[in-house]
């Protein structure tokens, strides 16, 4: 070993590099050769053998590459809309209209330094962000997109969703009981009290609806709701809607129901310790939650992507084949593009007048045209596809009750809790017992005494 | 409080969605600038008057009455003899080690220093034992180091300020504030009056001699103590060769008396 | 908890000089990972119990745990500690921890001339601190019996409303914070803010204002704080109504907030209580009507009174009280006297030796100033009595029983100060 | 000034008053013995015709002689301020009966007398400091407390040199070089 050591110190650098070069290349050279041989066709025919291996792999990649960017998208929401209703602007210095808030914001809590606090539980500490982001972003597997895009079409959906939301309790548990601090305990344990007691009005809930689609399994669940909008459960099924959007507000621990970290009472419940990523899949797994949430009420009750009325499309453009798109359409579509940039350069300077210099009219002239051109293709496959459709109107559905939470969020609502409600434990004080709500009089306070 | 369980609910939340439409209260801060009242006194500015110099006269009025000591100044006096301070020093790096070693109990030499000439100390103890130390009475010690020295030294202000406590600004500012405190030592003027029946009667001569005699030209600024300038009105029912000191006219002033006399008033004031 | 070892790199160790020392070592301030031990998160005083009362507290018994809420915690207004000692999520004895903010007011003012006192107690209540100077300028001019022109006892009624109703809007705001509202926290400070802006027009400072002076006032109305008085007032009764209205019917925020925290009429007044905490529980205490001072006397106003003294009827009688104050905002406009804001006063002022009791009605009670003059240019006891302090003082009797959530919908309703408690 | 008071406190009190009964502006003012104050606030408190149930302030004042607690009272059945003053508690030992007898509001203001000024309230359950720190040794509002003793006291001494508190040292009287001298003791 010293004879290598002093050799070592006496290389040149070069002849270092060279030493450590050349039989890496050799290893490399070797491995791929056994692969291309060997392993490649074995993996090959057994995947063949089994395709759905290989769609279940695809979906979980999908899911999760998908997850980001939902969860940016409903950050960069919540801090619009809620601003607007403080009567606020909400961030529009980064990107046009702050759009690239929430990616800056994913950036800071990548870059920002993860610490444990001393004493704590490391193994548990750093694993339960990631149960709690997985728990809740398996669930998106279950949720059926469009006719045909799903995740993966279990026969037992929904009781896919209630186990993976008790999962996520798992992780808030974990997080609370590991971060040594009385504040983050307390925030564990509302969790756990909060989430258990929900869970049962809102699998209780579902049950009219499975009776009625005759499984469980989503997709058949929102095929079981096509044609009019009269059709979707939620007429035939109104309590079990409103009870289920309210424990599923509940189950994410959404305002007004955000015992688990409470801002008020025990400064941030089980993400007091948390900082950097692992704070950051919290944040992720708490916006994705509120997604899930929101698309699981379209799916039950409003009828997934079915379209409200009875939508005459599909109507199958069968002239538009590869063919016809390669000769005929392409060229057309630089033709028009031209054209069009020419006129609306024209109208540009006819209406703007001497401000709009050639380029700056003609830049504005592409740009409108290129917006046409893109609505119009869209529209194409709008009517040509049914999956356009149906990710059409899920993504609305679903956006509405988001806002719908969301308006309900972080407006007046403070938080039920306390002694005057349910969660209260076990241990009713006399004197809570004793203390009489005076309902009685038409007004619960009388007119103010007015002393003189 | 309405008995319909949703109804309040509803309405915090039509509250809050007619205020999603409403126009916002916030301002975009660099673009536009909010209206500041015309009497805030949020902003600590110099005064300037209008030809352009400060208005401030480091009498460190305002520095004294800050309670909570945020104002921080320093200058030079008019003459531009020494530099005064009043502040915090501990918010200035440059004299963090100066302070940390004054709590320390080292000698600190004082940067702002200006070597003066020093003076006999014991009239201002006696004069400080009177008033028992108290910067309460600041302005009768001020008047009695006055009469003692004829006008305020340096080192007596600085002395004060140490044995009192009192700090130095306070000394300066009492006694730049009155009149009658003179920093300079009194300079008495003699002046030569040079009207035609004057003239006629000699006071040209007179005027010479009192040069050669005090050492100094006539409107020079003061020598030794002693000024020679242009009396400008003849006092009325004066006689005729008129030369007053310090105001007063002087009686029969010939041409030889008056190179003696301006000589013994020289060594007077020297003294 | 082995202290973590620190990888040695083949290189590093064998040219590197030994460590100097690291600065740390002597400084017992900076705590090494190796001595982190459990008990160091045992809030028992690390000194011997003084008192019954703390021996009593400080004892654990089975499944109960103490909790530290404060210093730096979002629910205490400002610097407050309370030390919880809970059993589960329920509170079963409080012991309030105070003078995180105490900069002894008390002997500054001693020490400075009776203008500069003036500075001195703005940024006791800081939330509404010309109610402070007006109970020192009071007892100064008890004092030096100084007689206060007309017109600048009508702007000072003026200027003290609008500041009332100021802090009102913000204690709403703050109420239905700690409860989890948090939209009308915004709204408030909107309120607020345009209010401030208004009396900074006026008096040339946004809180502390620093404004009255013994025998008068700084300044006199100006076009500019009366413009913005008058657009102000034009909406000013619908915007409260609004704001209010948000929380009023709202159930849940009813729910948690009837029946909590019970103040009776008894201990009310046992505790001292004044101001809005007693009103609620029943009694038509206001040092406006009931010791009236400046011109209030020719005011017509009401003074709402509630009988449940629950954290919700705290709530009402604010509510109550900004209306009134537009009423009396309202009469101010319309016979507001001219002539001098200013008595004619010598520049040093040197009151001969007696005692002075001033006292105000300020949002949150009765604030007292108790001045003492040996004849010298300097008070020579200046004690403040501030209402905060005896309303926080009833924290202890009304927290336990209740569960942690409420601990925060009652200290709330109190709205305490801490600048004024800790002086 | 209201007259009246000034009679039925006469009428009521007439055995505990020191010195006569002064009234100015609108507040009225009695002294009294620290030992007899709880009959005197029981009497104040509990008569039909003076009824002083509010407890507006109770301050400690050290008159450089001796120290005093001051008690200002309310009632409606008068419009003036009532003040009493237990004076005479001696400087080195002050002690004063409770007042939370009456008042469990007093606990906290006796606590504070306490802090500022070591005047020791016996029957109040709670008597520690409330604003300094536990273990602080002096009274910061008493007329003899002077910062430096108290600094050397305390034990909030830093752990640089520079920050421990020596004794200055006396240095040549050179008023040239424009020193510090330590003043004539």
């Excluded at chain 1, 997850?67 to 601003?83: H, S």
């Excluded at chain 1, 079990?240 to 959404?254: Q, S």
């Excluded at chain 1, 893109?374 to 496959?381: I, R, Y």
């Excluded at chain 3, 064998?14 to 090494?32: Q, W």
Aim: glycine share 8%.
């Amino acid at each position: 070993m010293t004879f290598a050591v002093r050799t070592w110190d006496r290389m040149s650098p070069t002849a270092r590099l060279t030493a450590i070069l050349v039989p890496l290349a050799l290893l490399l050279a070797v491995a791929t050769v056994i692969g291309v041989l060997v392993v490649v066709p074995a993996t090959i025919n057994f995947l063949g053998a089994n395709l759905p291996l290989v769609r279940f792999g695809v979906a979980v990649v999908g899911i999760l590459v998908l997850t980001i960017p939902t969860a940016f998208v409903l950050i960069y929401m919540e801090l619009k809309i809620i601003a607007r209703m403080n009567l606020r602007v909400g961030p529009n210095r980064i990107g046009p209209w702050g759009a690239a808030m929430s990616l800056v914001h994913g950036f800071k809590v990548l870059s920002k330094e993860d610490f444990a606090p001393t004493g704590a539980d490391l193994p548990v500490f750093t694993l339960a962000p990631v149960v709690t982001f997985l728990a809740s972003v398996m669930t998106l597997l279950v949720v059926p997109f469009a006719p045909g895009i799903f995740g993966q079409d279990f026969n037992i959906g929904l009781l896919f969703f209630f186990a993976m939301g008790g999962l996520s309790v798992l992780g808030l548990l974990m997080a609370g009981w590991a971060s040594f601090n009385k504040y983050s305990l307390l925030g564990g344990l509302r969790s756990a009290a909060q989430i258990v007691s929900y869970e049962i009005p809102l699998t209780v809930s579902v049950v009219g609806v499975v009776i009625l689609a005759g499984t469980m399994s989503t997709n058949s669940i929102v095929l079981a709701q096509r044609g009019s909008a009269l059709d979707w459960f939620v007429f035939k099924q109104p309590l079990a809607a409103l009870i289920f959007f309210i424990a599923a507000t509940a189950e994410a621990n959404r305002t007004p129901f955000d015992m688990t970290e409470a801002d008020s009472e025990i400064v941030a419940g089980f993400a007091t310790e948390y900082s950097g990523m692992r704070f950051g899949f919290f944040f992720f797994a708490e916006y994705v939650n509120v997604f899930i949430v929101s698309a699981l009420i379209t799916t039950v009750f409003f009828g997934g992507w079915t379209a409200p009325f009875n939508w005459p499309w599909p109507y199958n453009l069968n002239w538009l084949d590869a063919w016809s798109i390669g000769i005929l359409w392409i060229p057309i579509a630089g033709i028009v593009l031209f054209v069009g940039t020419d006129i609306m350069a024209a109208v540009v300077r006819l209406l703007g007048g001497k401000a709009w210099t050639a380029p700056s009219a003609f830049g504005l002239g592409l740009l409108i045209t290129g917006a046409l051109m893109t609505a119009a293709v869209g529209l194409a496959l709008f009517i040509a596809f049914d999956w356009v459709q149906g990710i059409f109107w899920f993504m609305a559905k679903t956006y509405v009750f988001v806002f719908i939470v969301r308006l309900d969020a972080r407006h007046a609502a403070p938080r039920p809790g306390g002694s005057a409600d349910g969660l209260r434990l076990e241990m009713a004080p006399a004197r809570i017992a004793s203390q009489p709500l005076r309902d009685g009089n038409r007004r619960d306070h009388p007119e103010p005494v007015n002393a003189r | 409080m309405t008995f319909i369980p949703g109804l309040g609910i509803a309405k915090g939340m039509a509250l809050t969605l007619r205020r999603f439409f409403e126009p916002k209260a916030t301002i975009q801060y660099p673009e536009t600038r909010p209206d500041i009242a015309v009497r805030f006194r949020g902003r600590l500015q110099l005064l300037y008057d209008e030809f352009g110099n400060i208005k401030c006269e480091t009498c460190f009025q305002c520095a004294q009455a800050c309670p909570v000591e945020c104002i921080d100044m320093g200058g030079h006096d008019t003459k531009n003899r020494f530099y005064t301070h009043w502040g915090p020093a501990e918010t200035y790096g440059e004299r963090r080690e100066e302070s940390a070693q004054r709590r320390s109990g080292r000698p600190v030499p004082d940067q702002a220093y200006v070597h003066f000439e020093p003076i006999d100390l014991v009239p201002v103890e006696e004069i400080l034992e009177r008033r028992d130390f108290d910067p309460g009475e600041m302005l009768p010690i001020l008047e009695e180091v006055q009469a003692a020295y004829g006008y305020l030294p340096i080192a007596a202000i600085k002395h004060i300020g140490h044995v009192t406590g009192a700090p130095y600004a306070l000394v300066y500012g009492t006694a730049t504030y009155y009149g009658h405190l003179s920093f300079e030592r009194r300079a008495r003027t003699v002046a030569v009056c040079r009207c035609t029946n004057c003239l006629v009667a000699g006071s040209g001569r007179i005027a010479n001699a009192i040069c050669e005699g005090l050492g100094t030209k006539l409107g020079a600024g003061p020598v030794g103590g002693v000024a020679l300038e242009q009396l400008l009105v003849h006092v009325r029912g004066a006689a005729s060769p008129l030369v007053t000191l310090d105001g007063k006219p002087q009686p029969n002033m010939t041409e030889t008396g008056a190179a003696a006399w301006a000589r013994s008033l020289a060594r007077k004031t020297v003294a | 908890m082995p202290p973590r070892t620190t990888r040695t790199t083949g290189r590093a160790t064998r040219s590197a000089a030994p460590r100097p020392p690291h600065a740390s070592e002597d400084d017992p301030r900076i705590m090494l990972d190796r001595e982190i031990s459990s008990d160091l998160y045992d809030p028992v005083p690390p000194y011997p119990t003084q008192t019954e009362r703390e021996a009593e507290f400080y004892t654990r018994g089975d499944g109960e745990m103490f909790l530290n809420v404060g210093p730096h915690h979002p629910a205490t207004h400002g610097v407050l500690r309370l030390v919880l000692k809970l059993s589960g999520e329920q509170v079963v004895d409080v012991d309030p921890v105070l003078g995180y903010l105490h900069r002894g007011v008390e002997k500054i003012c001693e020490n400075s001339d009776y203008y500069h006192v003036i500075d001195q107690v703005d940024p006791l209540e800081y939330v509404s601190s010309l109610f402070q100077e007006w109970a020192a300028v009071l007892a100064f001019e008890k004092l030096m019996d100084v007689e206060v022109p007309a017109r600048a006892e009508w702007i000072r009624v003026l200027s003290g409303e609008l500041l009332r109703i100021s802090s009102h809007t913000l204690f709403m705001g703050f109420l239905a914070l700690d409860l989890g509202g948090l939209t009308p926290i915004l709204y408030s400070f909107i309120e607020r803010d345009e209010i401030v802006e208004m009396l900074a027009a006026l008096t040339g400072a946004r809180m502390l204002f620093n404004y009255f002076r013994i025998g008068g006032v700084n300044g006199d109305l100006n076009h500019e704080f009366l413009s913005r008085l008058g657009d102000w007032m034009s909406r000013a009764a619908k915007q409260t109504e609004a704001n209010a209205g948000l929380l009023n019917e709202n159930e849940i925020f009813v729910r948690r907030a009837r029946g909590v925290g019970v103040l009776s009429r008894e201990m009310a007044l046992r505790y001292g209580v004044t101001g809005g905490n007693l009103r609620a529980s029943g009694v038509p205490f206001d040092v406006r009507r009931a010791h009236p001072y400046s011109v209030y006397p020719a005011l017509d106003f009401n003074v709402p009174t509630r009988l449940e003294g629950d954290a919700l009827a705290r709530y009402l009688i604010r509510v109550d009280e900004v209306r009134e104050s537009i009423k009396i905002i309202d009469q101010c406009l319309h016979n507001m006297p001219d002539g001098p804001v200013m008595a004619k006063l010598p520049r040093l002022l040197r009151p001969h030796p007696g005692r002075a009791w001033g006292a105000v009605e300020g949002p949150r009670g009765m604030l007292g100033v108790y001045a003492i003059s040996d004849g010298s240019d300097q008070p020579f006891r200046f004690r403040i009595h501030d209402p905060s302090f005896v309303n926080l003082e009833t924290v202890p009797a009304l927290l336990p029983g209740n569960l942690l959530a409420d601990t925060m919908a009652i200290v709330s309703s109190l709205d305490p100060v801490m600048g004024g408690i800790d002086k | 000034m209201d007259r009246n008071l000034k009679r039925r406190l006469e009428a009521r009190l007439e055995a505990q008053l020191r010195g006569p009964i002064r009234q100015r502006q609108d507040e009225t003012e009695i002294r009294i013995q620290p030992g007899d104050v709880p009959d005197v606030l029981r009497t104040l408190h509990d008569a039909v015709d003076l009824r002083f149930e509010i407890l507006a302030d109770l301050a400690g004042v050290d008159t450089g002689e001796h120290m005093q607690v001051v008690y200002h009272l309310w009632s409606e059945t008068s419009p003036d301020w009532l003040r009493v003053i237990a004076d005479g508690l001696s400087r080195d030992d002050p002690r004063c009966p409770s007042a939370t007898f009456l008042w469990t509001g007093a606990e906290w203001l006796e606590r504070e007398a306490y802090d500022m000024f070591g005047i020791v309230f016996e029957g109040n359950r709670d008597l520690r400091r409330i604003f300094m720190p536990p273990d602080y040794t002096s009274f910061p509002l008493r007329k003899d407390f002077l910062l430096p003793d108290d600094a050397a006291r305390s034990t909030g001494e830093g752990v640089r040199h520079v920050e421990r508190s020596h004794a200055p040292a006396v240095v040549a009287d050179d008023p040239a070089a424009g020193v510090r001298r330590a003043p004539a003791s």
